[in-house]
Every structure is written in structure tokens, then in C-alpha cells.
């Protein structure tokens, strides 16, 4: 008996509440220099060694890559003074974030996230069949006693980003810790530190410390931002023996690829190279924020290596009209409107060229407002 043919598969309720994730947009239209600064890559590229290592790596592509991902671990582990056995390494850190959810949250959990926070959590929540809990952000600030005034019985997790993007704001290393005191033992504190290297301030702290004294804290990391291996896909976690078992019992067993696991040792290996990048934005992001705000701009400070722009400062400004008018100069920046920051646009800190296109655009733009 043939089946009726308007039957067909349907996915799970919780999946298609997902409002699909938009990346960065990467073409701004034809025939122009393009300045790509919508997805917080790295200007400088990656380390040269990580280069080679990718290329060196093609020569053996008919083989499974080690499962284990041992010589990334190893080269983490000693990188940050960490045990090898405590770190999981992930298809990039989105990656890792899923697998928690997915390992953490049975149907009907909640998982509580910040206003403005990275929208991977929403995704990796409801893929997971969580129920998302969103907590204000009052001044695009994480405010930790509202997250723990959120907290039910129900709540399995709490993802943080540290430093937050696209705000750009931070939570101090006091206040996470107060965060974690604050939380029932049997709820997973993820904290992703995806631009942790990017960070100067005394008051930061990773997340290294506070869980490697815990068994209920996670902390993320990735090789996107400063590592400059976005394409590659490459994150890894560092977690408490217990949870670090738990992950990988849902993880694929050749997750990270070989080309990955080559280039990410190599591009820890290089450590000036990761300095270089440093530099370039310790000197950028102050020089960025300071001449956007002298066109009249908000520009909430940031810790990471990209800059929200608030168009609402200005009479007559509005972010989709700026972003249009940026993008036919080249200039490609991120709405944030599905972060609930509709009056924004976020800038990656770019290369020399690229922050004086935008700087100049703006002025463009400012000025065409001043004259209407
Ligand atoms: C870019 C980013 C990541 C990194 O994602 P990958 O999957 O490792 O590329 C994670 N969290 C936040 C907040 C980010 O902005």
C-alpha cells in the first residue's frame, strides 16, 4: 500500500522555531574593492607555518584523521599549562556549543542566555529541544543578578560569552566567579571566550581558572578570530573530566579534520604571529572607536576586535539606510538587528585601508545627513 502523497517528513516542532542563523554578508557588489568587516575576521590571516601545515597536509588526505585530535590537545595543553585529557576539540567552537546542549539539555530544559548574546546559543538550545530563557541586558551589560534570578528547576545551563559579541562588553572575573557561586552545582556555566585573546584588562580572566578548580564550568575557545583559521573550522574546550566524558560520548569520532588539527598546532607554534595580531588591533580598535565617535557616532566600548556604530546618536541616522550606503563603498558591515540592536551596525577591526574606507564613508554618510 502506497502512502498518500501529501505526507512527508516533518522535523521536530523545536527545530523549525530556529530562525535560521545569517552569517556576515561577504559581497558588497560587483566591480569595487571590498572591505569585508561583518564577521570578525582577522585582517592579518593566518600564521604562515599554519598555512604550510593545511598544504603539507593534502599529501595524505586518503587517511582518517587521529580521532583523538592528540597532537592539537597536546599543543593546547601546553600552550595554556592545561592536561590534555581535560580539552575536547570541536568543528569549530559552534561545534562545541552544540554538542553541550545536546549532551546537557533533555526536552524541556532551559538554558539561560543573555538579551544581546551570541545567537549560537538560541540555535544549539532549541536544536537540542531546550527551552531558551533570555534575560535583560540592562546598558549591553551581562548583569549576573538577573541571571541568577532567572534560574529555575528546569535550568540545566548558562551560556556566557566573555567578552560578548557583538556588544563588546565583558563580565569581570569577580563577577563570573559570583556568577558560578550564585548557580545550583547541577547547572553547566559555559563560558565562551572566543576573543579572549584580544582582551586587556586586569579584571578579565578567561574561564581558565574558575574551572579548574569546578565540575560544573565549561570555557570555549576558538581558532577563528585570533588565530585567523575561521575557514578551517577549529574550537576547542577546556571542562571538568566528568563533562569532558560526557562530550565525547556525543561527538563524532573524526570531528576535527586533519588539515585542522596541522594547522591549528602550527598556528599556536607561532606566537608572534599571534602577537602581531594582538598589536594590530591594541592599536585599531582604541584609533577606530575614538574617530567614529568624533563623527558623532556612539561606539560602546569594546574588549574584543570589532566596534558597534549606534546610528540612533545622530538626527536623521538609521543603521539600514548607513548600511546601505557603506555597502556601495565597499564597505560591508553586520546588522545586528537580530541581536536586538536594530539602530547598530557592528565593524570588524580591519586592515589600515579598510578602517580608513569606513572612517571616510562614515564622514560621507554624517555629512549627508547634516546637509538634509
Ligand atoms: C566567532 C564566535 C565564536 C566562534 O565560532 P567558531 O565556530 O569557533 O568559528 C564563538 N562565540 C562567539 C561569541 C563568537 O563571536
Redesign the pocket.
Known amino acids: 500500500m502506497s502512502a498518500p502523497l501529501t505526507m512527508r517528513p516533518v522535523a521536530r516542532e523545536s527545530i523549525m522555531r530556529i530562525a535560521p542563523y545569517v552569517p556576515g554578508r561577504s559581497t558588497a557588489g560587483a566591480n569595487r574593492k571590498e572591505y569585508k568587516l561583518s564577521?570578525?575576521e582577522n585582517p592579518l590571516g593566518p600564521s604562515p607555518a599554519a598555512r604550510q601545515a593545511f598544504i603539507d597536509a593534502a599529501s595524505s588526505l586518503e587517511k582518517y584523521p587521529d580521532g583523538g585530535a592528540t597532537a592539537l590537545r597536546d599543543a593546547v595543553a601546553s600552550t595554556y599549562g592545561l592536561k590534555p585529557d581535560r580539552i575536547i576539540c570541536?568543528?569549530?567552537?559552534?561545534?562545541?556549543?552544540s554538542m553541550i546542549a545536546h549532551a546537557y539539555l533533555e526536552e524541556g530544559d532551559e538554558a539561560i542566555f543573555t538579551e544581546h548574546?551570541?545567537l549560537?546559543y538560541r540555535i544549539v538550545t532549541l536544536a537540542a529541544g531546550g527551552t531558551p530563557v533570555v534575560v535583560d541586558e540592562p546598558d549591553m551589560q551581562v548583569d549576573v543578578d538577573r541571571i541568577l534570578e532567572a534560574v529555575t528547576e528546569r535550568t540545566k545551563v548558562v551560556f556566557l560569552?566573555n567578552?560578548?559579541?557583538?556588544t563588546g562588553s565583558y563580565t569581570p572575573a569577580s563577577e563570573v566567579k559570583r556568577l558560578r557561586e550564585g548557580l545550583p552545582g547541577n547547572v553547566l556555566l559555559v563560558i565562551?571566550a572566543?576573543?579572549a585573546e584580544y582582551v586587556r584588562k586586569n579584571d578579565y580572566e578567561s574561564g581558565i581558572e574558575l574551572v579548574a578548580t569546578r565540575e560544573d564550568t565549561i570555557m570555549?575557545?576558538?581558532?577563528?578570530?585570533i588565530h585567523a583559521l575561521?575557514g578551517l573550522?577549529?574550537?576547542w574546550a577546556y571542562a571538568p573530566a566528568n563533562v569532558i566524558d560526557a562530550l565525547h560520548r556525543v561527538r563524532g569520532p573524526f570531528n576535527v579534520n586533519a588539515p585542522a588539527i596541522a594547522a591549528g598546532v602550527a598556528a599556536l607554534a607561532d606566537r608572534a604571529h599571534m602577537e602581531r595580531a594582538v598589536e594590530h588591533n591594541n592599536y585599531w580598535l582604541p584609533e577606530v572607536t575614538r574617530r567614529v565617535r568624533e563623527l558623532g557616532f556612539g561606539v560602546p566600548d569594546s574588549v574584543?576586535n570589532f566596534v558597534l556604530i549606534d546610528f540612533s546618536t545622530v538626527p536623521g541616522g538609521d543603521a539600514g539606510e548607513a548600511d546601505d550606503f557603506l555597502g556601495a563603498r565597499g564597505c560591508v558591515l553586520r546588522r545586528v538587528a537580530g541581536y536586538g540592536l536594530p539602530q547598530m551596525l557592528r565593524m570588524t577591526i580591519g586592515d589600515e585601508e579598510a578602517n580608513e574606507a569606513v572612517i571616510a564613508a562614515l564622514a560621507e554618510y554624517r555629512e549627508g545627513l547634516a546637509g538634509a
Open positions: 564577521s570578525n570541536g568543528n569549530g567552537s559552534d561545534e562545541i556549543l548574546a551570541f549560537m560569552a567578552p560578548n559579541n557583538p565562551d572566543a576573543y570555549t575557545r576558538t581558532f577563528s578570530k575561521a573550522r577549529l574550537g574584543g
